[in-house]
């Protein structure tokens, strides 16, 4: 009779276990937690030391024979942790100091269970893991009773890294004390402190009392109840003019410096209840603003150095962010709301309490959102990311969308900071730049689901997943239920789960509930599964009616693996519109519409709700022109965009010539086209020239094909190729690429007056030949690997290809070479070290042009900038350099061809700070360094002879901006060479520019 007592007994349980996975509020139970601390802050050593009394009440139908806690300060303890080492292999390193790493250290630890007495509490056999502390129970906790834990510790504070530390005289104390872990129905959440994601904590009471310097001015999570902050003794008065303001602080400074004189410490208490986190933040320099909604009090406290950003306006920001949020979600459950000045870069929410970097709006509605997506809404901030984050970045931009229009954020200020030709650009919406950045991910090899665990992300996808991907599933959400539906979600989101831990299923159970719509499949698809969206307009057919009205069918296919419901907009003739939506689940499907006058546009999702990858056959993209402008940034969704340009320069056989360029592109990645035309005023010679890329699959845009034919000054070229790249990462290094293909390049019959090179020898102009006549065909396949981390970039490539007959080609040689670069910074030093090796063999000498050139680039190099392709491009006079090759930039004047190099290049430099040009607008971003080089190579000449050359110089290198592009532009003086020309001495002055890197 057993087993039929224990089937009877599963199908009994099974409706109550179902509710708990589906997310029944009847079901939810979470513990019952209440910290007591007294802390006491240590300016001088960088130490927090302090006791908690922590009581722990069992509401779990299960009996607990551990417990658990977080050490998260142990994170930052050294470079062995998990934290640590994660951050490493993600391609950013925390270097933790140990003069100024963190830790937490535990003094004293007992345990009190029920039935104990008040003195007897012994000191369990608890283990530390990293973050992680664990605590036997010899005692097993049953449902409903409860234990006290007494714990003594001393936290070092780190210098700030991450969320939390002290820089100056400011420390923010984030992540700071020993908590416990959650333990809810999936049992205890013992996580580590990972690198990315975030955090997930039992709701509980706050009481904290802490001691700190008399003069520091504190916000925290809570409410004071003891003690004063110090908030009105730097209260700003902002009626006052900036003059009496800093009369009155300064009197503020000295009653603080008086009051110091009787007690150097004070003691503040605060008290906080329904919160899982408590922070807190004190400074000697906050300055304070106080703002109120609803009987709020909005406290905002900044760096004194900050007043004219920050004073008013985010007292005013932080008023409209909490109304939106109560009228939007739900009523604000907590006494008060701090807004501050972290130390953090960006930003960091806690219960009550944001730190924030600076005064942005879209920053505060971020921070204060998250206070209801993860502080009243708590999710596992680890294992669903897309709940907190996805959420509040999805309710930040719907705040923005609100208050300022479809841009999503305060555009009328934002124009009023540019020139008065980016005010005339065209821009994108926010919501189309996260469309964009999403879809390219999603048509990248790093595509993974937004349900993995933060750490767990292996392509470094966690950012565009949990926030951009995340907030897009809640609006794509909102538009599919449209908007009375999705308030109603959202209310009663809030109205089962305020102040409850929530997970997907409870969310889903919701949206079921409210919108009475089976959303299994959406959940799924999107938060579990890698899929993308494409629906084509296939087919319209229209049909005139006896009554004078119109028929039409049509078509739809979808072309992908996403399934979404898709709506269909008409347009008549007469004006009018009509919208129908079909389910867009089958391969295909049809929609029909009667309408009083002639359609004349049909359009597959016209509000682009459905993540469409691709939307040139959804019936509604054109081609936009736009003139090809400095700092244009514009990716339209639903136009392949076409921008023009005026192109000119100048040559010696040309003069000057006038041309026009047009690069053409859909989402800046598909069907890329560049073309152009030129005319040259004394040559006559009408140029022109394409490259075509695009994708072989729309889903993988790292391998593209590419077709080239380029007519231009004497010469011509073509390519058909592939290229390949692979990156660990989403971004970031190392970078694997591969390009193979077939080239052909030729000097016309025209072209011969192209073919050389100017030099100055002897302070006179001579002209050096640098292109042979006759065809040369190639097969080639390069590879390249670049790697790099905040300290050091490296390039190891290689490169081959075989000219022969079979190919067509008039010359018969194989070609192989080998470029090695390392880039070392040690703060404003860089050394920068180069290695070059070049072989070409074949039964016939090769073309000048395809040789190594001992100064530098050679000529198949220098044909791509249209400053060094021809002959007096560049006057002679300005000795130009390109760097390249054997790169000895001594021998600029005597370009010597080889076909058979090995050349090494080692460089220098120093940051030079100049004095008061960095406060020049134009000069801005410019940085220049000072630099001593030394070059080396030897070369194999075609009549066995060999030679070893050697240069040394030194040099200035300028790097600046020019419309959103790094360029630089340098100044070399090889005074040394070491086989110098008849007329030369080995030491002598000689000098160069150049317009790019040197090595």
């Known amino acids: ?382 294992a669903d990311s897309w709940m907190d984050e996805g959420g509040t970045t999805y309710q930040e931009r719907w705040y923005q969308e609100t208050r300022y229009g479809k841009f999503g954020f305060d555009r009328e200020t934002a124009l009023n900071e540019r020139s008065w030709l980016e005010k005339t650009y065209p821009e994108n919406t926010s919501r189309e730049s996260d469309i964009i950045s999403s879809l390219r991910y999603m048509t990248s090899p790093h595509y993974e689901p937004i349900s993995r665990y933060a750490h767990e992300f292996t392509r470094g996808g966690y950012g565009i997943n949990a926030y951009t991907r995340g907030a897009l599933f809640h609006d794509m959400l909102h538009k599919m239920v449209g908007d009375s539906v999705w308030s109603e979600i959202i209310k ?125 056959n959804n019936g509604s993209v054109g081609i936009k022109h736009v003139l090809d402008l400095p700092r244009l940034r514009y990716t339209p969704r639903n136009d392949y965009l076409s921008r023009w340009a005026l192109i000119t320069w100048y040559n010696d056989v040309d003069g000057q010539w006038l041309g026009a360029r047009m690069r053409g592109s859909y989402l800046d990645d598909y069907y890329r086209l560049n073309a152009f035309t030129s005319y040259g005023f004394i040559s006559h010679a009408i140029d022109f020239g394409f490259q075509f890329t695009n994708p072989f699959d729309w889903n993988r845009r790292n391998i593209k094909y590419e077709l080239t034919l380029i007519k231009k000054e004497g010469r011509l070229l073509a390519d058909l190729g592939m290229k390949f790249e692979f990156t660990k990462r989403m971004y970031g290094s190392p970078v694997h690429s591969v390009a193979m293909g077939l080239c052909s390049a030729r000097l016309l019959n025209e072209g011969s007056e192209y073919a050389f090179r100017k030099v100055m020898i002897d302070d006179a102009i001579q002209k050096v030949p640098e292109w042979e006549a006759g065809r040369i065909n190639k097969l080639y396949v390069h590879y390249q690997l670049d790697r790099g981390s905040r300290h050091h970039q490296s390039t190891a490539a290689i490169r081959a290809s075989l000219a022969n007959q079979m190919f067509g080609s008039e010359f018969d040689f194989m070609k192989l070479e080998i470029i090695a670069l390392w880039d070392k910074r040690i703060r404003e030093r860089v050394l920068d070290i180069r290695l070059f090796g070049g072989i070409i063999t074949g039964s016939d000498a090769s073309p000048i042009q395809e040789r190594y050139f001992i100064d530098g680039a050679g000529p198949m190099a220098r044909f791509n900038k249209f400053y060094t392709r021809s002959i007096g491009a560049l006057p002679a006079e300005v000795h130009p350099h390109y760097g390249g090759d054997g790169n000895l930039r001594g021998y600029f004047d005597q370009p010597l061809a080889v076909e058979n190099i090995a050349a090494a290049n080692v460089e220098l430099s120093q940051r030079l700070n100049l004095p008061g040009i960095g406060q020049m607008p134009i000069f801005r971003r410019l940085t220049s360094s000072l630099c001593g080089f030394f070059d080396v190579g030897n070369a194999w000449f075609a009549d066995d002879r060999s030679e070893l050359l050697m240069d040394a110089g030194v040099g200035l290198d300028f790097q600046f901006r020019v419309f959103r592009k790094q360029a630089r532009f340098r100044f070399d003086i090889p005074f040394w060479v070491s086989d110098p020309l008849l007329s030369e001495s080995d030491f002598a002055f ?3 520019i150049g317009l790019g890197r040197a090595l």
Not at 146 to 175: N, T
């Open 492 to 616: 009663e989101y809030y109205r089962r789960w305020a102040l409850k831990h929530v997970n997907e299923e409870r969310f889903r159970k919701v949206c079921e509930d409210v919108s009475g719509m089976d959303l299994e499949w959406y959940f799924h698809q999107w938060l579990h599964d890698s899929v993308n969206v494409d629906y084509a307009l296939k087919k319209t057919r229209t049909f005139p009616q006896k009554d004078g009205t119109w028929y039409s069918e049509v078509t739809i296919e979808r072309n992908d693996r996403g399934i979404m419901p898709v709506d269909v907009l008409v347009k008549t003739e007469g004006g009018n519109s009509v919208l129908k939506r079909w389910d867009g689940k089958a391969e295909s499907g049809q929609l029909t519409f009667k309408t009083t006058s002639k359609p004349v546009k049909f359009i597959l999702d016209p509000d682009d709700n459905i993540m469409d990858k691709n939307r040139l």
């Open 1 to 382: 009779m057993a087993r039929p007592r224990i089937f009877l007994y599963v199908i009994l349980c099974f409706p109550m276990i179902f509710s708990v996975l589906a997310g029944s509020e009847s079901a939810y139970w979470q513990q019952d937690v209440h910290y007591d601390f007294d802390v006491s802050l240590d300016v001088q050593n960088k130490f927090l030391n302090g006791d908690v009394t922590i009581c722990y009440r069992n509401n779990s139908p299960d009996t607990l024979h551990e417990l658990w806690l977080h050490l998260y300060p142990n994170a930052f303890k050294d470079e062995h942790t998990v934290l640590a080492k994660e951050a490493k292999n993600r391609g950013y390193y925390r270097w933790i100091d140990p003069k100024h790493n963190g830790y937490l250290d535990l003094k004293t630890v007992q345990l009190k269970m029920k039935n104990q007495a008040p003195d007897d509490m012994p000191t369990p056999a608890y283990k530390i893991d990293g973050t992680l502390m664990f605590v036997p129970l010899v005692i097993p906790l049953a449902p409903g009773e409860e234990l006290s834990l007494y714990l003594k510790f001393a936290e070092k504070i780190r210098r700030i890294q991450g969320r939390a530390g002290y820089r100056g005289k400011q420390f923010d104390l984030a992540q700071w004390f020993p908590k416990l872990c959650v333990y809810d129905q999936k049992g205890w959440h013992a996580d580590e402190f990972h690198s990315p994601g975030e955090f997930y904590g039992e709701f509980a009471t706050f009481d904290v009392k802490i001691t700190l310097p008399y003069n520091f001015i504190i916000a925290a999570t809570g409410d004071v109840v003891e003690g004063d902050p110090g908030w009105e003794w730097v209260r700003v008065d902002t009626a006052l003019s900036e003059e009496d303001w800093k009369a009155k602080y300064k009197e503020q400074l000295a009653g603080i410096e008086k009051n110091m004189e009787q007690d150097s410490m004070r003691v503040v208490k605060f008290h906080a209840e329904n919160v899982h986190d408590f922070a807190w933040l004190c400074s000697p320099e906050f300055l304070y603003e106080r703002g109120e909604y609803a009987g709020i009090p909005i406290h905002v406290l900044y760096r004194k150095s900050v007043k004219s950003e920050w004073s008013k306006i985010v007292v005013e920001r932080g008023e409209h962010v909490l109304e939106w949020l109560v009228t939007r979600f739900g009523p604000y459950p907590y006494p008060q709301l701090s807004i501050t000045h972290g130390l953090i870069g960006g930003g960091m929410e806690y219960p009550m309490l944001v730190m924030n970097s600076g005064p942005w709006e879209g920053l505060i509605a971020h921070e204060v959102g998250h206070i209801y997506f993860y502080g009243i809404f708590a999710s596992d901030e680890l």
């Open 990 to 992: 000689r000098w160069l």
